[in-house]
């Protein structure tokens, strides 16, 4: 009898533990039910003691919720350690798909949401496009009813080409009344070992460390989270719970590159540029911009089939009178009406 109490009693007590972690979610996530079936909705539980393996405690709803799910043996840690940028880290997903699996933490350039070279994109269709732009242009990539990206490209003409070649120099990420601005600072040569990722948070530079979990986040809320995933130049950046995840990394023009493409890059500039991969939650069907139009239900792709370089249009409907700017003709995103610009003094993008 005296047995039976005990466990009852530890039955109570591991109950009301989760009961009250899963409070804790509630409070984690402003405007989003703990129950909604999110990847991520899960609680963080001490690794196998004797391999090492992280496990989580799944609270999203569907068939995963209550489930623990293990991390597997090839990739034991959500978190591998940062100067071991070529091993895969366990990602744990509590939707409908309730499994662990392993992957790189950088931006894979041919998967979906992917903006990647000069300046190539898959959409959230899956199809491959590019969108030139222009050199020193800003334009809106994504824009939705609760937030909006901008892009701002560099480029180079070289003599007799009709269009720039351009690359995703710096991004914006707008929602309520905050700023998110990743950049590549400009560095005169390449070098693996300078951190050359410049992050800005509502007008003020950050520094993400290095050591314990190798993240930043603006507060108690965390609205805002960028974690590092390299010692330098590749971050993980989530915003709003999940409503905008996306992997980022900055890369240079290799001389390689330079004199295949005849991009005719100057001396003294590595044109260091973001290779970025996105993921959304819970987008409008109205959503718009290069990339987020691909997003709506129905989206069939204009651009032409079966060509090296399909072309998407749209410069006219979604340029931007500056990288913070949400004015483009086609913007569904608006500031709240007590926003005031006091950092509207236009930015200065990181420079070495």
């Known amino acids: 009898m005296d047995r039976k109490i005990a466990i009852l009693g530890a039955f109570i007590v591991i109950s009301l533990c989760l009961m009250s972690s899963e409070k804790q979610q509630v409070e984690a996530a402003p405007g989003k039910g703990y129950l909604d079936p999110a990847s991520t909705n899960y609680i963080l539980q001490p690794p196998n003691i004797t391999t090492g393996q992280e496990r989580f405690f799944c609270l999203a709803r569907g068939r995963c919720h209550f489930i623990f799910l293990t991390c597997p043996k090839e990739c034991p840690l959500r978190k591998p350690p940062l100067s071991q940028t070529n091993v895969k880290a366990c990602f744990a997903d509590c939707s409908s798909r309730c499994e662990t699996t392993c992957k790189h933490r950088i931006p894979n350039c041919n998967g979906y949401g992917s903006v990647c070279y000069d300046p190539r994109f898959v959409g959230g269709d899956g199809v491959m496009f590019y969108f030139h732009g222009a050199n020193g242009g800003d334009f809106a990539l994504v824009s939705d009813d609760r937030f909006q990206i901008n892009v701002h ?143 709506r239900p129905g989206y069939v792709s204009p651009v032409k089939r079966g060509v090296a370089m399909p072309i998407m249009g749209g410069e006219d409907r979604y340029r931007t009178s500056s990288l913070l700017s949400t004015n483009c003709a086609s913007c569904r995103f608006q500031r709240p009406i007590t926003f005031t610009e006091e950092k509207s003094v236009p930015l200065k993008l990181a420079q070495a």
């Open 153 to 295: 490209f560099i480029g180079t003409r070289p003599e007799g080409r009709k269009r720039d070649f351009t690359w995703v120099q710096a991004l914006s990420v707008m929602f309520d009344s905050h700023t998110l601005v990743i950049a590549a600072r400009k560095v005169a040569k390449w070098d693996d070992h300078f951190d050359a990722l410049s992050v800005n948070w509502n007008g003020k530079d950050i520094i993400v460390p290095t050591e314990g979990d190798a993240e930043w986040h603006d507060g108690e809320e965390a609205v805002a989270v960028v974690e590092r995933t390299g010692l330098v130049n590749s971050a993980k950046i989530t915003i709003l719970n999940g409503l905008i995840q996306m992997d980022v990394k900055v890369v240079p023009i290799t001389e390689e590159d330079d004199k295949m493409h005849g991009y005719n890059i100057p001396q003294g500039d590595a044109f260091a540029h973001l290779e970025t991969q996105f993921r959304f939650g819970n987008l409008t069907e109205h959503v718009e911009g290069i990339l987020g139009q691909t997003y």
